[in-house]
């Protein structure tokens, strides 16, 4: 894989090494066919190209089948009109489902939300992550146990954060309403509340990832050299202008590479939504397209419907992968 | 510009239990407009010194002075000073532009058009105006150099603090921007304290220089006083290359007796001397002398061990027989000498050293030939 994309690269940079001009070209008796062939892909693709195949190729083939070949079967499958037990038919392809889609309010709202819980979890986690990471990086006391505290959620599985926020939010007893209660305010009907629900996920994801962001900038805020801070002291700046104007600029490539696990974690936040109810209907109010696509496979046998949106999930989440993936390109880190 | 005054400064760090002194008792006074030099061997205190003024490290006991401000407790923004870091320490996202901007914006009130021409000004004074809108990463070691000293100017501070800013350039870029980083600082006119620990940085560059040592202030004095009268035998050992000949030696009335030699002492350095039993006799390489005859208690028979031709000058390792001690000398670059080769070294009595055998203090220094030349500072 490597081989190839370093082809590629060459191909589209055009800086092919080029040779002293005085290199001995050894005398070899005229190749066979197969040295021939070999010779070829060898120029193509680099020269272990033919050597290296059955180390990559296996896994090449298992991800090119399963993975991208279910991708194009879904796509196939979102072009016909395919429901209930019947077989699918493969000879009248259209985007009826799409239409459909388009104009059907749910797959709308759940649209809007999947948009919403992608923005505002990804801004929360990020705004957290950084806040947890200055604090943990001023040399405090106890640091690698805080550092290891506010890691500790990652390692749960989605399922055991459900839960557990489930007793959390809990209406009557969980601890964010007596907490609230203490202060005067509440209760909340947190998880069935149609206008409050989604950014009660929004929260308990947070709480699941901003130690993961903060991982990520602790790294970019330790390749920052000490001298940066002391410069912008001397420099007559703020703690507070000397982080934004100095350091916080710097963690642009933290930001960059936290930002994409985090947006892709969250076009698969049905996990965590599926656990939360234990079934395919999430609460009022927060259902996204990910919920909504196994419902309508799933649930309602609308295979070819279900298969629409799930393209559509696709197509999101690719259009937040691509740039990444052009962005790392370019700077020649793939 | 102020006068800065450092009143018997100490740091001491906390390792652990332990307490590690850093700087003990360091006074000194930096008139205004004054270059001065901090010199030592790495771990003497130098930086934790500099980086004190600056209010990067706090002060454990003592009193900083800038003018009539004392400012031990001031945060290092309000302390109006600029520092060079060795590091350069430029901010990699931002122009330099912005970055010699960024500490006018946070310390001043300056509207923009007088920040932009201070910095564009500032550029031209340094040779840069080209790279305005470039970036740290774009720009050879030797421009982000000048970029850093052109961020540290356009501030206008009171005082400058310079922390090795030449130590990563190399050695012929090094030279170039010794003279003119102290045409510069001549021209503005800012009390500068700078850190080094390459002596001919501070035997060059400095109006004094001050000599640190395991945190303890050694000497403050001007390049030549330091050279020709140190107060100590570290300052004696430190300053000059090759290094000065020490040679331990016991005091007997009249005269000094060591391993290798014995040296009888005229009349008024004996009376400097007399009292101390062990001493230390220090003499400069180049006021060795080879001479043909052995005439008198000051010539002592070597063999020559190594030669190192330099071009202008030879520096020849000498040894005295049945013994380990060595004496360096440099000698005429054209002077014709041979390894093995058996010489006669003069140690003239007018170019010794005597030194205190148990605490270093100089008992005596050599007498400066011509008192004009000398005395006159290296400006």
Redesign the interface.
């Known amino acids: 894989m490597r081989d190839i994309l370093r082809t590629v690269r060459r191909r589209l940079t055009h800086d092919d090494p080029s040779t002293d001009g005085g290199t001995i070209t050894e005398q070899r008796p005229s190749p066979g066919a197969t040295q021939r062939v070999r010779d070829r892909l060898g120029d193509r693709f680099g020269s272990d190209f033919v050597e290296s195949l059955p180390f990559w190729l296996p896994t090449f083939l298992l991800m090119g089948l399963f993975v991208y070949g279910a991708i194009i079967w879904n796509l196939l499958i979102s072009l016909t009109d395919y429901q209930g037990f019947v077989q699918p038919d493969y000879t009248n392809l259209d985007l009826e489902m799409y239409a459909q889609a388009f104009t059907d309010s749910s797959v709308v709202s759940a649209s809007v939300n999947t948009f919403l819980l992608l923005i505002a979890f990804t801004l929360a986690t990020l705004a957290v992550g950084l806040g947890l990471a200055i604090l943990v990086d001023r040399h405090i006391r106890f640091e690698n146990t805080f550092r290891t505290i506010y890691l500790l959620p990652m390692s749960l599985s989605f399922v055991v954060t459900a839960q557990f926020w489930l007793w959390m939010y809990n209406f009557n007893n969980g601890v964010v309403n007596i907490l609230l209660g203490v202060v005067g305010l509440g209760p909340v009907d947190w998880l069935g509340n149609q206008s409050v629900v989604l950014w009660a996920v929004v929260f308990a994801l947070m709480w699941q990832f901003s130690g993961y962001a903060m991982v990520v900038y602790l790294a970019g805020l330790r390749a920052i050299?000490t001298?940066?801070y002391?410069?912008?002291?001397?420099?007559?700046?703020?703690t507070l202008?000397m982080y934004w104007?100095?350091i916080v600029?710097?963690l642009?490539g933290s930001t960059i590479s936290a930002s994409v696990v985090l947006m892709v974690f969250a076009l698969k936040a049905f996990d965590f939504l599926y656990s939360l109810v234990s079934g395919y209907r999430p609460p009022a109010g927060s259902d996204i397209l990910a919920t909504k696509m196994v419902r309508e496979a799933y649930s309602n046998l609308n295979w070819a419907y279900g298969s629409a949106i799930a393209i559509m999930l696709f197509a999101m989440a690719l259009s937040i992968i691509g740039p990444y993936l052009v962005y790392q390109f370019r700077r020649g880190n793939l | 510009m102020a006068e800065l005054e450092l009143d018997a400064l100490t740091k001491v760090f906390q390792d652990g239990d332990d307490e590690v002194v850093a700087v003990d008792d360091v006074s000194v006074e930096i008139d205004d407009g004054e270059f001065l030099v901090v010199v030592g061997p790495s771990g003497c205190g130098k930086s934790t010194t500099l980086r004190m003024v600056a209010g990067l490290e706090s002060v454990t006991s003592g009193r900083i002075r800038l003018g009539d401000r004392i400012i031990n407790e001031e945060r290092p923004q309000n302390r109006d000073i600029a520092m060079v870091f060795q590091s350069y320490a430029l901010y990699p996202h931002m122009t330099v532009r912005e970055n010699m901007s960024f500490g006018l914006e946070e310390s001043t009130e300056m509207p923009d058009d007088e920040v932009r021409e201070r910095v564009e000004d500032t550029a031209g004074l340094m040779g840069i105006e080209g790279l305005l809108d470039r970036r740290p990463t774009e720009l050879s070691g030797g421009q982000q150099q000048r970029v850093a000293l052109g961020r540290a100017i356009v501030r206008d501070p009171e005082v400058f603090l310079m922390d090795e800013p030449l130590s990563n350039l190399d050695a012929k870029l090094r030279s170039q921007m010794r003279t003119e980083l102290q045409r510069l600082q001549e021209d503005l006119g800012v009390t500068t304290m700078y850190v080094t620990h390459d002596q001919t940085e501070a035997m060059t560059m400095g109006d004094r220089i001050a000599i640190l040592d395991g945190g303890r202030l050694q000497q403050v004095a001007t390049p030549l006083e330091c050279y020709h009268e140190p107060a100590n035998q570290f300052v004696a050992g430190f300053v000059g290359e090759p290094s000065m000949n020490f040679f331990e030696m016991r005091y007997e009335e009249g005269r000094l007796v060591g391993d290798a030699f014995e040296y009888p002492l005229p009349a008024e350095i004996d009376e400097a001397v007399a009292g101390a039993t062990d001493v230390v006799l220090g003499i400069r390489p180049e006021a060795v002398e080879l001479v043909g005859e052995r005439d008198g208690g000051h010539d002592f028979p070597v063999v020559v061990d190594v030669v190192e031709p330099m071009g202008n000058e030879n520096t020849v390792y000498l040894e005295f027989e049945d013994t380990a001690e060595t004496l360096v000398a440099t000698t005429d670059g054209m002077l014709r000498i041979t390894e093995d080769e058996r010489v006669t070294a003069r140690i003239p009595e007018d170019a010794i050293h005597v030194f205190d055998g148990t605490t270093g203090e100089a008992l005596h220094n050599r007498t400066v030939v011509d008192e004009e030349v000398a005395s006159v500072p290296t400006e």
């Open positions: 050299p001298e940066h002391e410069a912008a002291k001397v420099d007559g700046a703020s202008k104007r100095v600029p710097q642009k």
